[in-house]
């Protein structure tokens, strides 16, 4: 089970995903402590391991950087569920290992605080608090293999393996 932490707002960058003045580093631990600070200087002290980030349209535009996912997997965040993603930015979550949900009117159908379980081969939203399924659209098959696999480096190296 995880909470819910819902941004109602379009265009969530990058920068306020992981703020630039801490792109020293690529450890996603350290990264993690800066998650979404710029947005949210709470985030990181009240989220657990598995909660949610809810959005609108666009999450990750701007800055075209691997660190903004790294960050959330760094801070344990299980799954960003928005309306729609920036182009790179959803490819580098699918590359690095994460799971991007783009569902539309996500900041609608799932309200802040909401405990939600996803069943993410299923493709279902399951919101306890609301005591409604929602349906998600899931990943194709070749990138829930990148995911499962760690990331697509990972991926590359357990597929040349066989």
Request: hydrophobic share 40%; charged share 25%.
């Amino acid at each position: 089970m995880a909470i819910a932490h819902v941004y109602k707002r379009d265009h969530v960058n990058t920068d306020e995903i992981i703020p630039a003045r801490y792109l020293n580093t690529d450890d996603a631990k350290e990264l993690a402590k800066h998650c979404m600070e710029d947005l949210d200087t709470q985030f990181v002290k009240k989220s657990k391991p598995g909660d949610c980030i809810v959005a609108g349209d666009d999450f990750g535009c701007g800055s075209s950087r691997e660190h903004a996912v790294w960050s959330l997997q760094g801070a344990k965040v299980g799954a960003v569920i928005a309306q729609s993603f920036a182009r790179i930015f959803y490819r580098n979550c699918i590359n690095c290992g994460f799971y991007p949900i783009e569902l539309p009117d996500a900041v609608t159908l799932i309200a802040d605080g909401d405990q939600i379980d996803i069943d993410y081969a299923a493709g279902t939203i399951n919101n306890r608090t609301q005591n409604k399924t929602i349906r998600f659209k899931p990943l194709p098959d070749f990138a829930l293999a990148i995911v499962r696999d760690g990331g697509l480096l990972e991926h590359i190296q357990k597929t040349a393996a066989h």
